[in-house]
């Protein structure tokens, strides 16, 4: 089991920045892919960005590219999405998601968080 707590999230305006954390509880995230997910009210979730473990490979959404990061600090036991240049449409719930030896895809995480909330204003 790998427990994950995402904080960061928070009220913006549009152009804002912000950085979510997902910390892992008691392990490091070695070997583990890990995936940010977002859910805006009404929708379904949909993924973010992801990333292997080294940081090596790293895919976006094409909504965020450009404007978000995805990162680990150097222990491996905390993924941060950085975001900038926040819209509106940005708006959701966001969610941390990891699992062993998966390859840097959208879908199929085992472990999730239970998310943060992030409201741009325009």
């Known amino acids: 089991q790998v427990q994950l707590v995402e904080s960061g999230g928070g009220l913006v305006q549009a152009g804002d920045s912000l950085r979510l954390s997902c910390a892992a509880s008691g392990r490091t995230l070695i070997g583990y892919t890990m995936g940010w997910f977002r859910q805006a009210p009404g929708k379904e979730r949909e993924f973010v960005s992801a990333m292997d473990w080294r940081g090596t490979q790293k895919k976006y959404a094409d909504s965020v590219k450009g404007r978000f990061t995805i990162s680990t600090d150097d222990f491996k036991k905390t993924a941060y999405l950085q975001m900038s240049s926040l819209k509106p449409e940005d708006t959701a719930v966001y969610y941390c998601?990891?699992?062993?030896?998966?390859?840097?895809?959208?879908?199929?995480?085992?472990?999730w968080g239970r998310g943060t909330q992030v409201t741009v204003s325009s």
């Open positions: 998601a990891v699992s062993p030896g998966l390859p840097v895809t959208t879908t199929g995480y085992n472990f």
